[in-house]
């Protein structure tokens, strides 16, 4: 399979180049593995400040689109390259899978599936990674906050006042600036993505093992421990996740298939790259929506 500069290569001498040759080997994906393929993938890296990178109640339509027509009965390759986004549509997402698809359902990380990514991901029976792909943590954020970071700031003031009241004036500007029941919310939004996915774990991956509750337990406290992850960009490599309990398939045990899901990797990028693309849902027939830049984006 042709490399990083073979793929851009390739890409500067077809006639339409970006959509034509990442066609071509999401095609040739699905006649390696025999299942359908989706790809899900966003261009944060590149233009990390422009807005629709993330997952939204929108990408439904896109996958509403992609899996129309397909046969349903071959199961599904999701391939995912994201930065996570809302829960609430994350939540949708995945029930709309699993109504086509069951738990037939294989997730494939190339590079990154971090955040809401990575609870999509859980709700796969199998992750198929390799060295250089990674998750994230699936502590939930409001606006760059992290739900957890807000807790443990209350808890700190707590025992700070407890111990000095004298640091009452200090504490009371630094928590004065949450609303008064942001605290609330933000355990709420906690343990619903702990909730969400642990059951998305003990009804797909590990469906049917009699230790599932467990198994699933343990990966969702390592997931959401921020006391262990410190921040929520913390990239989670393919011996962290095998640690934590998931189950993950090494993409380098089959070369074709690594060189065919790098290659379709490389498609993707460079189209972000030389395109005002930003997000594209695609499966293997060519069907894809594709949501481009509403703003202006800055040079590369």
């Known amino acids: 399979m042709p490399s990083w500069g073979q793929v851009l290569q390739e890409l500067q001498s077809s006639p339409v180049p970006l959509d034509m040759v990442r ?23 590149r233009y990390p400040n422009v807005f629709g990178t993330q997952i939204t109640d929108d990408d439904k339509n896109g996958f509403m689109a992609t899996i129309h027509g397909l046969d349903r009965s071959l199961g599904l390759d999701l391939i995912l390259h994201t930065p996570g986004g809302e829960t609430a549509a994350t939540e ?16 494939i990380v190339p590079q990154l599936a971090m955040s809401a990514g990575t609870m999509i991901a859980c709700a796969s029976r199998e992750i198929l990674m390799g ?35 004298d640091s009452i004036p200090l504490w009371q500007t630094i928590v004065g600036k ?12 906690i343990d619903w993505s702990k909730e969400i996915v642990n059951t998305w774990l003990e009804t ?36 962290d996740c095998k640690k ?30 030389n395109s ?6 695609e499966n293997q027939n060519g069907a894809a929506i594709i949501s481009q830049a509403t703003t202006p984006r800055p040079a590369a």
């Open 131 to 165: 060295k250089p792909s990674n998750l994230g943590p699936i502590d939930p954020q409001f606006g760059g906050i992290p739900a957890h970071g807000v807790i443990l700031e209350f808890e700190t003031a707590l025992a700070a006042i407890k111990k000095d009241r």
């Open 92 to 107: 949708s997402i995945v029930d709309y899978l699993r109504k086509m698809f069951g738990t037939n359902i294989r997730a």
């Open 244 to 273: 934590l309990g998931l189950k993950i398939a090494d993409i380098e045990a089959d070369q074709g298939l690594q060189d065919l899901i790098l290659t379709v990797h490389h498609c993707y990028i460079h189209t972000f790259a």
């Open 23 to 45: 066609r071509k080997y999401l095609k040739a994906l699905h006649a390696k593995t025999g299942r359908n393929v989706i790809a899900y993938y966003s261009g944060w890296l």
């Open 204 to 239: 797909g991956m590990f469906l049917g093992d009699a230790k599932a509750k467990d198994i699933a337990k343990k990966i969702v406290d390592g997931l959401a421990d921020h006391n262990s992850t410190k921040t929520h960009s913390r990239h989670i490599s393919i011996d």
């Open 178 to 189: 949450y609303h008064p029941t942001f605290l609330g919310e933000c355990q709420y939004a």
């Open 276 to 281: 005002i693309a930003i997000k594209i849902i």
